[in-house]
């Protein structure tokens, strides 16, 4: 089993910066992937960001360029600095985990982001 912790959510106006922290305990392989979703009202669950403990990364196009996804030391923890912020990336924002790419079992309990002036 694995926990995923997240934090970091908030209130932000058009053009602010956030930054999402997650963090893994249980039973963690050395080789995984992590990652984040988000889901709007309304809206199916997308992908953000993943990164593999290897540092591959990929991106949804619209958050290309604003948004940046990273691990920690320890390749336990997985972060996201949200800049230029939108209001359509208004979302309940969530950490994934998982030990190849597309196939994620794991998933933490989500996080509010709102973009609003």
């Known amino acids: 089993q694995v926990q995923l912790v997240e934090s970091g959510g908030g209130l932000v106006q058009p053009g602010g910066s956030l930054r999402l922290s997650c963090a893994a305990s249980g039973s963690i392989f050395s080789i995984n992937v992590m990652g984040w979703y988000r889901q709007a009202p309304g809206k199916q669950r997308e992908l953000v960001a993943v990164?593999?403990?290897?540092?591959?990364?990929t991106y949804v196009d619209s958050v290309k360029g604003r948004f940046t996804i990273s691990r920690g030391n320890a390749k336990t923890t997985v972060y996201l600095q949200m800049n230029s912020l939108k209001p359509e990336d208004t979302a309940v924002y969530y950490c994934?985990?998982?030990?190849?790419?597309?196939?994620?079992?794991?998933w933490g309990q989500g996080t509010q982001v709102t973009v609003s002036s």
């Open positions: 990164i593999s403990t290897g540092g591959a990364a």
């Open positions: 994934t985990y998982g030990l190849v790419y597309g196939r994620y079992d794991y």
